[in-house]
């Protein structure tokens, strides 16, 4: 090759010297020596007759792999930190100290070993941020702020990136001047492989891992075999951290590794430590709010959790909080016998928290009419028996805040079982671990009472939990008295906290809680024979035509009603278990039973006046009713609405018997408990009714009437009808006297006037008219100034004052009676005096 080509070096391409010979090749390599070893031979001289030329033009010319050259670039970085040690220039640390370790994780780098003269820098460069440290606090002369502020940040980074070279830190400190001169391209020769015997040296020695089984091993992105030791423990537990979140992360692959270093975990401290970081690993790997974690990985979740509460009940010295400290530990902590336990920084009752959500989240996605629910449904008791361990280890521990926590889910799985189901769990506890009645919230006890079970838990609430867990215990508390039958213990808890006023500030989980325990309290009264009280506590539910959204037992399609996608989603996942749902045919069966023995003796007082007919006490049944009075053919009662609306026309025409027979025949009655003592006591009750809803349409045409006669005709005892009568006087119901001479009833005639009737028509139109002018008067004033900044005169004030006397002085006598919760306050105050208020409704 002439010359002339060779000339510049420059414009010399790769290609002019790959196209000379293999022979060229050959005789080349027999001139050249080692100094040229770090170019391929492909690359190596290319001018075999003019030698001399071609010896020339490599010094001129030196070609280096990226590998070559990324490791010289590290040389230079370290050697500028160096020179800017003797300067003490921290920024220009900062940058070169970044730079580094760019340099060192990117590309092939990894695939050699680390060299030497790298951790001699940071090693040196530790040493001297440590001397800088000391010098700074002895100093007068403070350094400039942004030198200072590149020191601060150096120290954070070299404690971080020394942590990774702990091992071969402490090696170079024992022996800093072996192999100190080795440069960094011998370190690149040590690994050097021929590229003609690629396939047989490369696959043989290093590339080609199988183990003595034949069976594959996991190797790294370079091909090289992954091995998990408790030696490297710690080191991989912190890559799999860091990679925890980041995009592209698989995390079936992170739960794999985990698990392999929890096989491989020795020291209690490095189990704790890897199980801190499995569990949340699993709970991340379904990230979706609608789907439910896989039952196979709940499991062993809960297995690592039972296994994780065992290594802190065996290893005392260990404790997990977490007010802890960050910092953790790559080694094993020397801890002293005298010395307080370990702390480690975690949060073990969220993972109790999660792990009861996440059952929740499958009871509410599977098919409850199938078999797999209740297969699911089985897990729950060894889901409680983990509450109830990590209650005692909180206990233990005087981790109140964490206790109180655990309590209130161990309460939510309570309140609402009935006591043979709490019994059975609660012995199925023991027997998987006996030391758990070594609580001293819940002492141990040969026979299990759930109402003292449920007292002690919602008393430990009262005492140490926050606003929201005493709001929580003390309805469930209230629940669990009235699902047993126990009234007016219910009732006294309810007044005397208040919830009713303020509940409307609480979290919608929490209103849903209140709605379910107002409604087993309507219920337990209407076990009781308690009608009234059992209308009031369900007006507010079921009155609203929204039972199955206020009770979260399912979204209930309304016409002209557009939630957005996310508010249904929302809505859905508060949604109950099936197995916590109140049967809301019962609930409604019972409500507009209620309702009709309170409706038809109040529409019988009203007579024909329309405007006392304007007192409604349940809207729902009225419409059921006046539906049902319009169809032109009524066939026989098919469902619960049929046969209660047959029953209140039946009473209403005074036919008592055949209103027994229908409500009798429900068959919904069969779901509660003592069906027969309830059924009697609806017969009783539509005794009473039917006798006051005859003495109301009645009375107007007879002057006496015995009470033998009553009492025969209602087939009740004379002692009954007596005492009905009698409060029908006192309330100012009936106006008439009992002869007990002649053991009669005297009624008397009071109608009004026709003058008395425009006097009270004129009267009430008036008041109607005084309260429309006030009310259009405030919103003016309300809109047009504030009324407290401009006062008022004389006139106005006078004028006001008479309107105040007005509304005081003529009541509406005839209008929709205003309820609401505090109505529920009034009915039970009410029946705790032993008498009602005065009827405002007749003259």
Excluded at 311 to 334: C, F, G, Q, R, V
Excluded at 546 to 554: D, F, I, P
Aim: hydrophobic residues 35%.
């Amino acid at each position: 090759m002439s010359r002339f080509f060779k000339g510049s070096s420059d414009s010399e391409t790769e290609d002019d010297e790959i196209t000379s010979s293999n022979d060229e090749e050959e005789l080349d390599e027999e001139h050249h020596e080692a100094p040229s070893g770090a170019r391929r031979r492909f690359l190596k001289g290319a001018g075999g007759i003019e030698s001399d030329e071609s010896d020339e033009d490599d010094t001129k010319r030196e070609v280096r792999s990226a590998k070559d050259k990324r490791i010289l670039a590290l040389e230079i970085s370290a050697k500028t930190i160096e020179n800017a040690q003797k300067i003490n220039d921290w920024v220009a640390i900062q940058n070169e100290f970044d730079k580094l370790n760019k340099i060192l994780t990117k590309g092939s780098i990894g695939s050699i070993a680390v060299p030497r003269f790298y951790i001699k820098t940071v090693a040196m460069l530790e040493d001297f941020l440590n001397e800088s440290l000391i010098k700074e606090k002895e100093s007068k002369k403070k350094m400039n702020a942004m030198n200072a502020k590149a020191l601060n940040t150096m120290k954070q980074k070299i404690k971080k990136n020394n942590r990774l070279y702990e091992v071969e830190i402490e090696k170079w400190r024992l022996n800093p001047e072996e192999n100190d001169e080795e440069t960094p391209s011998e370190v690149v020769k040590k690994k050097k492989v021929d590229p003609d015997d690629f396939d047989e040296t490369l696959a043989d020695e290093e590339y080609e891992k199988e183990d003595a089984e034949g069976d594959f091993i996991t190797v790294s992105k370079y091909n090289k075999p992954i091995e998990y030791t408790s030696e490297n423990l710690f080191k991989k537990l912190r890559e799999v951290m860091e990679a925890r979140g980041k995009k592209n992360t698989d995390r079936l692959e992170q739960i794999k590794i985990l698990q392999k270093l929890l096989e491989v975990a020795i020291t209690p401290y490095q189990q704790i430590r890897v199980l801190l970081a499995l569990i949340p690993a699993q709970f991340d790997y379904n990230p979706s709010m609608s789907n439910y974690m896989n039952v196979d990985m709940w499991k062993s979740t809960l297995k690592e959790i039972n296994q994780l509460l065992m290594i802190l009940e065996t290893n005392p010295k260990y404790i997990i909080h977490e007010s802890a400290e960050e910092e953790l530990l790559d080694k094993e902590p020397i801890i002293e016998v005298d010395q307080t336990p370990f702390a480690i920084r975690g949060s073990f009752v969220s993972f109790i928290d999660r792990l009861d959500d996440e059952f929740t989240k499958s009871l509410q996605n599977i098919d409850p009419h199938t078999t797999d629910y209740v297969d699911r449904l089985k897990d729950e008791t060894e889901l409680y028996a983990t509450i109830v361990r990590g209650q005692i280890y909180f206990e233990k521990n005087l981790l109140n805040e964490s206790t109180s926590r655990v309590v209130m889910r161990r309460l939510e799985h309570l309140y609402y079982k009935p006591d043979q189901v709490i019994q059975t769990v609660e012995n199925s506890v023991k027997q998987i671990f006996p030391e758990s009645s070594k609580s001293t919230i819940t002492p141990a006890s040969s026979e299990v009472d759930s109402t003292e079970l449920i007292h002690s838990l919602c008393v430990y609430l009262y005492k140490k939990g926050e606003s929201l867990h005493r709001t929580r215990a003390m309805l469930c508390h209230i629940y669990h008295h009235a699902l047993h039958n126990r009234f007016y213990v219910a009732r006294d808890m309810l007044l005397m906290s208040h919830l009713q006023d303020n509940i409307h500030q609480s979290d919608v989980g929490t209103q849903i809680l209140h709605n379910r325990t107002m409604v087993q309290v309507g219920l337990c009264a209407f076990r009781d024979g308690m009608i009234k009280e059992a209308q009031s506590c369900l007006q507010d539910i079921c009155g609203t035509g929204r039972v199955k959204e206020l009770l979260a037992q399912g979204l209930q399609l309304q016409k002209y009603a557009q939630h957005p996608p996310e508010q249904e989603k929302l809505d859905r996942q508060r949604q109950l278990p099936f197995h916590m749902h109140i049967n809301l045919e019962l609930l409604e069966c019972a409500y507009l039973t209620c309702s009709m023995l309170l409706e038809i003796p109040s529409m019988a007082a009203a007579g024909s006046n329309p405007e006392a007919r304007k007192k409604i006490i349940s809207k729902p049944f009225r419409r059921m009713l006046d539906f049902n009075e319009r169809q032109v053919f009524s066939g026989p009662p098919e469902n619960t609405r049929d046969h209660i609306m047959g029953a209140a026309k039946a009473l209403a025409a005074g036919e008592w018997q055949r209103c027994q027979e229908l409500i009798s025949a429900i068959k919904i009655w069969d779901l509660m408990p003592n069906t027969l003592k309830i059924k009697d006591m609806l017969n009783r009750k539509i005794q009473e009714e039917g006798l006051r809803t005859y003495l109301f349409t009645y009375s107007s045409h007879y002057v006496t009437l015995g009470l033998d006669q009553l009492a025969n005709m209602f087939s009740l005892p004379v002692n009954s009808v007596t005492s009905i009568i009698s409060k029908m006087i006192w309330n100012e119901e009936l106006a008439a006297s009992l002869d007990q001479v002649d053991n009669n009833v005297v009624l008397h005639r009071v109608e009004p006037t026709k003058v008395q009737q425009l006097a009270l028509s004129f009267a009430e139109k008036a008041a109607s008219f005084v309260e429309a002018n006030e009310r259009t008067l405030e919103q003016k004033q309300t809109s047009g100034q504030n009324i407290r900044d401009h006062p008022k005169t004389k006139g106005q004030s006078n004028q006001q004052h008479q309107n105040t006397e007005k509304r005081t002085t003529h009541p509406k006598r005839d209008g929709n009676q205003q309820r609401g919760r505090n109505n529920f306050n009034n009915v039970l105050g009410n029946s705790v005096k032993g008498r009602t208020q005065p009827n405002r409704y007749r003259s």
